[in-house]
């Protein structure tokens, strides 16, 4: 990467530690070596999630639910020519636009996987995308590495620490669209194509950010955000370094190739983007009164950055599990964990090698990542000193911008610890030096080894009753009783707990055939502001002390009111499921309908006579 004084006006700039010329064949062999090692790593970390791919998945409950409900409802919306953006088979009758869930609703992986899902099912689907998101994730980092060292097996390795690291594992509880991180390193690769090598026509390139970037926004726009960010980082980081340096550069030229490929990219992503971007402004519940998330939550703990998640990483101990415990998010959202060693190893690299572009411009962006995850304020053993303020602090009323979770900056500063361990380990295995290389070796292999994920890794069991379960006696009898595109109440609906399943995972499971005027995706309520509830009524505010607990009021005209929106929204059917305060839920319902329920497996069930 680094420039010499050219020999004469005209001359092409040499650069230094550039890997020698070979085959295409050999290239390819290595990349599809790479894959397939990284996909098989992938597949053993969840070995038993795929003992049963139909009955378990990969992770905790909660938001996995959501996003299979999202895959099926994309699925659905293909076969049944509707529009995958909005939906009114949650919170019905008004509907959301289901981009604003963010990565719960990854819209383009749906699209990728829409075969399996009308096969065998939302649940296989989801973990086919959780398995491929980190080898795919790994191959591409070994992509972008490879072509920044010399060794392939440098870039195998510094690839492992951003698709398998702590970032990756967090997110793996849940974030499919934020563990689908393909795309960073691919920007990277750009970039390097476009100011370094200067070897592919910038329209090309900016076509393929472009695209990438439209892929981007319909699997998770927070990451859109937070690449923007980052890429301009490393544009103004390199014009810093050109200039602290005095490397020649041809400014005018590499500004052209900037401006053309900048330009390009916008108009391609403009145009795959247009409709995605008006219905997640203009479509129904949209957030005009935001940020999304409470500014400055789910930061990295300072302490993070050295004590493992004991959810996460398999070398923890009583004392780091309690110290973990109080990082500010949880296992979710506590990926900042590199460990003690490769961060010496980080530390080393810059010095031994700091003389070497590729070395310094990493630790710029691997320092810049690190310190914008810290958030707005210093946060470390989970206290937060209100005293010290942080650079992220000055996003606070940048609308886009601070409803980005700093913590997920995360991502990045694996991609460049990646990058500066292969570094080192490339470096060090062409050191003349005699203990160079199994020294190496040594400090590589316990860098990763403080970083080897928690195995058998978490899965839940999907609990749905037979009710939901298309093909047999009791979903018959539903489907009677609701045909196919029918209004049905079921709870629970957003209260989730361990083992109970809820509405969104059982109208994912059940295809899609009932409408139903609760659901659990992010979206704008009627003051904008963000929410995860239907609009206040009667039949909701029931629904929402049932849940908590709370008796309803039952008054005679409580009750008529509830009734009176039943019909309006042309209810068929409630449905209880195993839920907390069950026992008052069917209580509530049988006074509601003057009836006892129809009990099936683990349901109660009521018939709205019309």
């Known amino acids: 990467m680094a420039w010499h004084k050219r020999s004469k006006p005209g001359a092409p700039y040499i650069q230094q530690g550039s890997r020698p010329r070979t085959r295409f064949g050999r290239h390819w062999g290595s990349s599809v070596g790479a894959l397939l090692a990284y996909l098989t790593l992938a597949a053993l970390m969840f070995a038993t999630t795929w003992l049963a791919p139909g009955a378990r998945w990969i992770g905790l409950d909660g938001d996995p639910d959501s996003t299979m409900w999202s895959i099926q409802w994309v699925a659905y919306a293909a076969v049944h020519d509707l529009n995958p953006f909005l939906t009114n088979y949650i919170f019905y009758p008004g509907g ?17 996987v829409l075969p399996i899902t009308l096969w065998l099912g939302p649940i296989v689907a989801y973990n086919v995308l959780q398995t491929l998101a980190l080898g795919l994730s790994a191959w591409t980092a070994f992509v972008a590495i490879r072509l920044l060292v010399i060794r392939q097996a440098a870039a195998f390795v510094g690839a492992l620490v951003y698709g398998f690291g702590p970032y990756m ?7 499919l669209g934020l563990s689908f991180v393909i795309v960073p390193p691919l920007v990277m690769w750009l970039l390097y194509r476009l100011l370094v090598r ?8 900016g076509a393929i950010a472009g695209i990438l970037e439209a ?15 980052v890429a301009v980082a490393a544009l103004v980081w390199l014009a810093v370094l050109v200039r602290a340096r005095r490397w020649h550069i041809q400014w005018r030229d590499l500004a052209r190739r900037v401006a053309v490929s900048g330009a390009a990219a916008i108009v391609v992503f403009g145009v795959l983007a247009a409709y995605p971007l008006y219905t997640l402004l203009r479509g129904p519940g949209r957030v005009t009164q935001g940020p999304v998330r409470p500014f400055g939550t789910y930061v990295t703990d300072l302490m993070s950055l050295f004590v493992p998640n004991g959810l996460t990483q ?15 998010g949880g296992a979710p959202e506590a990926g900042g964990y590199l460990g003690i060693i490769l961060l010496a190893v980080i530390l080393f690299t810059v010095v031994r090698w700091f003389h070497e572009p590729v070395v310094v411009f990493a630790a710029g962006l691997f320092a810049f990542c690190v310190l914008i995850s810290l958030g707005p304020n210093l946060v470390y053993g989970g206290h937060l000193f209100h005293s010290i303020h942080l650079p ?9 911008l601070n409803d980005v979770l700093p913590e997920r900056m995360a991502v990045y500063f694996d991609l460049f610890a990646g990058l500066l361990l292969a570094v080192f380990t490339d470096r060090a295995w062409r050191s003349p030096v005699r203990l160079s290389r199994p020294l190496a070796v040594l400090a590589t292999a316990a860098a990763l080894a403080l970083m080897v994920p928690s195995w058998p890794w978490i899965n839940t069991t999907a609990h749905v009753p037979a009710i939901f379960q298309p093909g047999t006696a009791d979903n018959r009898f539903f489907s009677n009783q609701a045909p196919d595109g029918s209004v049905v109440v079921v709870l629970p609906a957003d209260a989730l707990a361990q083992g109970q399943g809820y509405a969104m995972l059982w109208q994912a499971y059940d295809g899609d055939a009932f409408k139903m005027p609760e659901g659990d995706l992010l979206h704008g309520g009627p003051d904008g502001k963000p929410t995860i509830d239907p609009p206040p009524g009667p039949l ?12 309803p009021p039952s008054s005679d005209a409580d009750l008529a009111s509830v009734r009176a929106q039943l019909t309006d929204y042309g209810v068929r059917a409630i449905v209880v499921g195993r839920m907390a305060h069950e026992a008052e839920a069917v209580d509530y319902f049988t006074q509601l309908m003057g009836s006892p329920p129809t009990d099936m497996d683990d349901v109660h069930m009521w018939t709205v006579n019309r």
């Open 96 to 112: 959301v636009t289901i981009l604003w869930s963010n990565a719960d609703a990854p819209v383009a992986l749906s699209w990728a």
């Open 169 to 175: 594992l967090s997110q793996s509880y849940g974030h």
């Open 198 to 205: 200067r070897d592919m026509p910038p329209v090309l390139i």
């Open 215 to 229: 892929f981007q926004l319909l699997t998770s726009a927070e990451l859109v955000v937070t690449e923007l960010i």
């Open 314 to 328: 398999a070398l923890h101990n009583d004392w780091t599990v309690r110290l973990s415990n109080a990082f500010p």
């Open 392 to 400: 992220w602090r000055v996003l606070r009323d940048i609308p886009f």
């Open 540 to 551: 909701w505010n029931a629904m929402s002390d049932l849940q908590a607990g709370t008796p």
